[in-house]
């Protein structure tokens, strides 16, 4: 199957911490390091131990005895580098999410205590579970973190190779899972702020996972602005897009409409190269805003501008031409997530109990009801 976009280039969020999501990737070999000790065992002589004050995997000091070890790199950006990692107490595989923190840095970073604050009580079924936290060295912070092999762009990246698209089966039950972890986050004022395929992993027996809290914060119950740089590109809100000076809860739903057209047809629907090429995919598939659908929209928005192109609705219609069996139900939830005006968007409580959900060879609720 082609896809108008390659997710493999797809832009990310200018402050997000870029590493792949914890236990994104299978495990591998351990490497040079460990291809040279079983050749010394095979040998008869055993394998060579780290020395005091050498650096491990991604820097940590390999001195420093820690109840988890890394032994390869899942994926890495500004923030931090994410291992799969071997628990030494019980043999188990986790996935351990190594922080950056400057030399010079007075204290443990603000974003660190809020992504430990946040996980610690986003105890759900379809959010990835935080375990543990270990301090290594000086100025090393490791979050442990369950290991999940894959995550959903690799598993819609699968589908596209062979041609074919997700069972509709997956597709209810997957879309589901990610809105009752929505959920989960809203009622305790969490938004996640950077939903996408590399944020939701995919677990062969609990399903869909969501993860990657680093770009996450707590709503104020007050209006407060918050930084316009949040949320991959292709996943991003027009509300963000148009500078609006806040936002709320909406701007995940919206990507929750983004990643569940997604799962259906298994390619990006808004891929564009730039903002404004974002923006103009979303005028195209949803048509342009007017005062009917977006009361104040002109006014209300710093970078909306008159000279923009007009486009009407157009239905989703290529949404529905590449997976018609979505049928009415379900192109009419699509349709209440990716809605231009966030004040319309429906919310994650009325979404998760859409009637596409109960609708006949549906797959049942799974999960425990959160709060």
């Known amino acids: 199957m082609l896809c108008a976009g390659d997710a493999s280039a797809m832009p990310t969020a200018a402050d997000t911490s870029g590493a792949a999501p914890a236990g994104s990737a299978a495990a591998g070999e351990a490497g ?43 994926g890495s950006g500004a923030f931090g580098t994410v291992f799969m990692a071997r628990d030494r107490e019980t043999g188990g595989r986790v996935a351990l999410k190594r922080l950056m923190v400057s030399a010079g840095q007075d204290g443990v970073p603000g974003s660190v205590i809020r992504e430990v604050s946040l996980l610690r009580d986003l105890v759900h079924p379809n959010i990835v579970r935080l375990k543990d936290l270990q301090i290594v060295g000086l100025n090393g912070i490791e979050l442990i973190f369950e290991y999940i092999k894959d995550d959903l762009h690799q598993v819609l990246k699968g589908y596209r190779r062979e041609g074919t ?57 007050t209006v407060t602005s918050y930084t316009q740089e949040v949320v991959t590109l292709w996943y991003r809100g027009p509300e963000l897009l148009l500078g609006h000076p806040t936002y709320d809860l909406p701007v995940d739903m919206w990507s929750a409409g983004c990643v569940l057209a997604e799962i259906a047809t298994g390619c990006p629907t808004f891929p564009g ?48 031409d590449q997976r018609p069996e979505l049928g009415d139900a379900g192109m009419d939830l699509v349709r209440s997530l990716l809605t231009m005006n966030p004040a319309a968007r429906s919310t994650a409580r009325k979404a998760k109990a859409h009637a596409c959900f109960s609708r006949p060879g549906s797959a049942p609720p799974r999960g425990a009801p959160s709060s």
């Open 273 to 320: 190269d730039s903002e404004i090429g974002t923006l103009f995919k979303i005028m195209q598939l949803l048509g342009s805003p007017t005062e009917a659908t977006w009361p104040g929209f002109e006014t209300s928005l710093p970078l909306w501008s008159p000279l923009y192109p007009s486009w009407p609705p157009s239905g989703l219609k290529t949404i529905r």
């Open 165 to 221: 698209q997700l069972p509709m089966e997956k597709v209810v039950r997957y879309s589901q899972d990610l809105l009752n972890g929505i959920h989960a986050c809203h009622t305790r004022m969490v938004i996640h702020r950077d939903l996408k395929p590399q944020n939701v992993l995919i677990h062969p027996v609990d399903g869909l996972k969501i993860c990657d809290f680093g770009m996450a914060r707590l709503a104020s119950l």
């Open 32 to 74: 040079p390091a460990g291809a040279a000790g079983a050749r010394g065992a095979a040998a008869g002589r055993p394998a060579p131990g780290p020395r005091p004050g050498t650096r491990g995997p991604g820097g940590a000091d390999a001195s420093v005895p820690t109840r988890y070890e890394a032994v390869h790199v899942l």
